[in-house]
């Protein structure tokens, strides 16, 4: 069974930066592409960045150039280093190997003004 954990997010003031973890259990992690999600209240949930088992990356135009996703296939992780956050990144963030069903429960990220 596939278990997704996320962790990282918090308060941090506009301009400032986090970086979020997922560790990943129960799959053969380096076979999958994985990426992070997004769903801010009252919204639908959004892909943000993704990265190939080759660690191809891609971004939404939204993110690029202020974050970064990277892949561990030894510790099984998938990170998202946010830099110069916005309010309008105020959102709960997941992780998830697109081609699996499995969602964790996101870390809440919110940008102060």
């Known amino acids: 069974q596939v278990q997704l954990v996320e962790s990282g997010g918090g308060l941090v003031e506009a301009g400032g930066s986090l970086r979020l973890s997922c560790a990943a259990s129960g799959v053969i992690f380096s076979m999958y592409n994985w990426a992070w999600y997004r769903q801010a209240a009252g919204k639908q949930r959004e892909l943000v960045a993704s990265i190939t088992n080759s660690g191809s990356t891609n971004y939404a135009d939204s993110v690029k150039g202020r974050f970064t996703i990277s892949r561990g296939n030894v510790k099984n992780t998938v990170s998202l280093e946010m830099n110069s956050l916005k309010p309008e990144d105020t959102a709960v963030y997941y992780c998830?190997?697109?081609?699996?069903?499995?969602w964790g429960k996101g870390t809440l990220v919110t940008v102060s003004s």
């Open positions: 998830k190997a697109p081609l699996l069903g499995a």
